[in-house]
């Protein structure tokens, strides 16, 4: 029996497993426990399904074969022979599709983001670069009808922001979000240039997977908590009142702040879920170096530092660097169309998981 078989028949046993329990009264009262395997139910299914078809081939080539070994009648040879022909393509088929189901999902995948842009080098030319990308994703997030909020602002000297984070809320957020982290870098004449000089600038952007409190536990005398007055250019954002919030992790020192509610509980919470969601990143990254350095995925994670994609004004174009990706369709870009930019990405990152799979086998 093949690997891949054998693989089909234990998740088919897991499948019927699952399906037992979720008809358990003791299940049923536990209401996290029962949503998760129902997930995990449904996504089962969709590889029970494909592998029940699969066996189904398999049994009518091993009868088409047979009758092509044993049958004398040419009507029935015939008829053999076709069946083969329509037979062993839809094996490869099925083959195919059933690999790619079987590569391992991110967890995190499901997951809503907290994604944070930053300005870095180019001055004001970075932050009005770092707003034209907040702009880019707002308009992505409405064309897949997913919510975002602002959680912290703090806005550029001409335009744009030297800092932004939002929480953006829908289905598979993460699972799509998650090639976006890294550094973007734009080359064009700023509009602060008064000699038409292409200049280059830059913005990270970190999309963050939003941690519930099952997935850090946080001590809250580990937490230093400070209040002060929000502020922001042309009186936007401004209070009188002490509503914005910072909160300093003491273990690690990493520090939250949140001003853009008008409450100070509406702060804390949303600060408290960026600083749940930037401890559960790092801690995930930590566990992913310690257990496979050299399986990181090249496309959706690794060094945040690194350079990942080039907006071109001049020529129009935006190249992806991972994977050698050029697109001249900016415009496009620039305003939300970066649904085939992230598709080939996610090609590329599943085409990788399926490789390392492979030699892992071998």
């Given at each position: 029996m093949s690997s891949l078989l054998e693989k089909l028949i234990s998740i088919k046993e897991r499948w019927e497993e699952v399906g037992q329990l979720i008809t358990d009264p003791e299940i049923i009262a536990d209401m996290n426990r029962y949503v998760k395997l129902n997930k995990e139910y449904s996504e089962l299914k969709e590889i029970v399904d494909a592998y029940e078809e699969y066996q189904n081939v398999i049994d009518n080539i091993a009868s088409s074969k047979k009758i092509l070994n044993e049958e004398k009648d040419e009507d029935f040879r015939e008829m053999a022979k076709a069946e083969l022909n329509e037979l062993e393509p839809r094996?490869?088929?099925?083959?195919?599709?059933?690999?790619?189901?079987?590569?391992?999902?991110?967890?995190?995948?499901d997951k809503n983001v907290i994604i944070e842009i930053r300005a870095g080098a180019g001055g004001d030319e970075a932050s009005i670069f770092a707003g034209d990308l907040y702009r880019m994703y707002t308009k992505f997030i409405e064309s897949k009808g997913w919510k975002h909020e602002v959680a912290t602002i703090n806005e550029g000297t001409s335009g744009g922001f030297k800092e932004i984070s939002f929480e953006v809320s829908g289905d598979n957020v993460y699972g799509t979000m998650k090639f976006e982290s890294g550094v973007h870098r734009v080359q064009r004449v700023p509009?602060?240039?008064?000699?038409?000089?292409?200049?280059?600038?830059?913005?990270?952007?970190?999309?963050?997977?939003?941690?519930?409190?099952?997935?850090?536990?946080?001590?809250?005398?580990?937490?230093?908590k400070d209040t002060f007055r929000a502020s922001g250019a042309g009186g936007q954002h401004v209070n009188k009142t002490e509503s914005a919030v910072r909160l300093t992790h003491i273990p690690t020192n990493?520090?939250?702040?949140?001003?853009?509610?008008?409450?100070?509980?509406?702060?804390?919470?949303?600060?408290?879920?960026?600083?749940?969601?930037?401890?559960?990143?790092?801690?995930?990254?930590?566990?992913?170096?310690?257990?496979?350095?050299?399986?990181?995925?090249?496309?959706s994670t690794g060094d945040r530092s690194a350079k990942i994609r080039t907006y071109n004004y001049p020529q129009g174009r935006v190249t992806d660097h991972?994977?050698?990706?050029?697109?001249?369709?900016?415009?496009?870009i620039i305003n939300g169309e970066i649904g085939e930019v992230i598709e080939a990405l996610r090609v590329a990152e599943n085409a990788e998981k399926l490789q390392a799979g492979m030699e892992e086998n071998i």
């Amino acid at each position: 029996m093949s690997s891949l078989l054998e693989k089909l028949i234990s998740i088919k046993e897991r499948w019927e497993e699952v399906g037992q329990l979720i008809t358990d009264p003791e299940i049923i009262a536990d209401m996290n426990r029962y949503v998760k395997l129902n997930k995990e139910y449904s996504e089962l299914k969709e590889i029970v399904d494909a592998y029940e078809e699969y066996q189904n081939v398999i049994d009518n080539i091993a009868s088409s074969k047979k009758i092509l070994n044993e049958e004398k009648d040419e009507d029935f040879r015939e008829m053999a022979k076709a069946e083969l022909n329509e037979l062993e393509p839809r094996k490869e088929e099925l083959e195919e599709s059933i690999k790619m189901m079987l590569i391992p999902k991110d967890p995190d995948d499901d997951k809503n983001v907290i994604i944070e842009i930053r300005a870095g080098a180019g001055g004001d030319e970075a932050s009005i670069f770092a707003g034209d990308l907040y702009r880019m994703y707002t308009k992505f997030i409405e064309s897949k009808g997913w919510k975002h909020e602002v959680a912290t602002i703090n806005e550029g000297t001409s335009g744009g922001f030297k800092e932004i984070s939002f929480e953006v809320s829908g289905d598979n957020v993460y699972g799509t979000m998650k090639f976006e982290s890294g550094v973007h870098r734009v080359q064009r004449v700023p509009q602060t240039e008064t000699q038409g000089r292409v200049h280059t600038s830059a913005a990270s952007v970190a999309v963050l997977p939003e941690a519930d409190e099952v997935d850090v536990k946080i001590n809250p005398a580990d937490i230093k908590k400070d209040t002060f007055r929000a502020s922001g250019a042309g009186g936007q954002h401004v209070n009188k009142t002490e509503s914005a919030v910072r909160l300093t992790h003491i273990p690690t020192n990493t520090v939250v702040e949140c001003q853009d509610g008008r409450s100070q509980l509406k702060n804390y919470e949303k600060a408290m879920k960026v600083l749940r969601s930037r401890l559960y990143e790092a801690e995930v990254e930590k566990r992913e170096k310690e257990i496979a350095a050299d399986r990181k995925s090249q496309v959706s994670t690794g060094d945040r530092s690194a350079k990942i994609r080039t907006y071109n004004y001049p020529q129009g174009r935006v190249t992806d660097h991972r994977i050698n990706l050029t697109l001249y369709n900016l415009d496009g870009i620039i305003n939300g169309e970066i649904g085939e930019v992230i598709e080939a990405l996610r090609v590329a990152e599943n085409a990788e998981k399926l490789q390392a799979g492979m030699e892992e086998n071998i």
